[in-house]
């Protein structure tokens, strides 16, 4: 499998450092990856051969400019060149999000799959604005989008949900899908600390952006909601169909009060279908020990999908971070390499 990895932030080089860490073993499973491209946002980096993965890393540990990587670095590489190349099965999208536009990953996603490339994205702002159309292009042109990682990083909430809950209706989905969010939040169950003080540890640890609003305002859980809704319930929602709450009001005495009375708060996204209607909220919620979402710690997340005929399933883990991101992506790959239709 011939890759081209569109993006080179913190997941970018996650995938890089467990592609070369896990060669071996990949290889002993049957699955050969050759990177030939690692694009950032001023060129890159492109070796129709291969590029030399650990080579890579270490000009990388003390260089972050990768377009002055001397074995095929270059600021003329981009992904129209790729695309004229026509040398990649597969084009791993981790561009950032951007809820609003969806770009500039909506174009890359939308070009490659119209060029008959595989896609695997992190990248939750195309998915949750036009899964559709992107699916509809994917099948037409005979390939696969692999989205596992858009709704819960490590988590394997979409392949579950797709998989495992296979002939049977999801009458509602409900989830913590924010691992920074569920970090402040028990933090400050453990500590007594202010909001503040939680969010700046978090942001200290790396858990935390320096702009945390999409995090902490309840916007990431509400897009990682309505892609699973989108995907799994066969809707065409949109954040304006969520009534969304964050936790930034959330106070030390609010959270004493709660545990005293046997509750813990969790920041729950939630779609349920009734009478032929779904409707979609994130809540700052109090769950009792009865609730299969009320043990879910630290920087894990979980979702919950009660069905028609399979009853109900609950999946707990997938810590953030660049690492179970980069797995989450390498985990689709291996599955696309497998047969296995994500698109179909």
Known sequence: MRAAIIGYGGVGRALVQLLNDKKDYLNKEG??????????????????EGIELKDFMEFGAGERDITKYPQGGNKEISFQKMLQNRDADVVIELTPTNIKTGEPGMTHIRRSLECGINVVTANKGPILLEYKE?????????????????????LPSINAGIMDLAGSRILSIEGVLNGTVNFIINEIENTGTTYIEALNKAQLLGIAETDPALDVEGWDTA???????????????????????????????????????????????????????????????????AHPLYGVSGRNKAVRYVSDTLGDLTIIGGASGVIPAAASVLRDLININRGYKFSE
């Open 134 to 154: 992107l699916k509809a292009i994917a099948i037409k042109n005979k390939v696969q989008l692999g989205i596992g990682c858009t709704t819960g990083g490590a």
């Open 223 to 289: 897009a990682k909601l309505i892609i699973l809704t989108n995907v799994l319930m066969n809707e065409e929602k949109s954040l304006k169909d969520v009534s969304i709450e964050g936790i930034t009001k959330i106070t030390p005495e609010e959270v004493k009060n709660c545990l005293n009375k046997g509750y813990k708060y969790k920041l729950v996204g939630r779609a349920v279908k009734e009478n032929g209607k779904t409707q979609m909220t994130v809540n700052l919620e109090k769950l009792d020990p």
């Open 31 to 48: 699955f050969q990856i050759q990177v030939n491209y690692i694009i950032g946002r001023n060129g890159g980096v492109y070796n129709s």
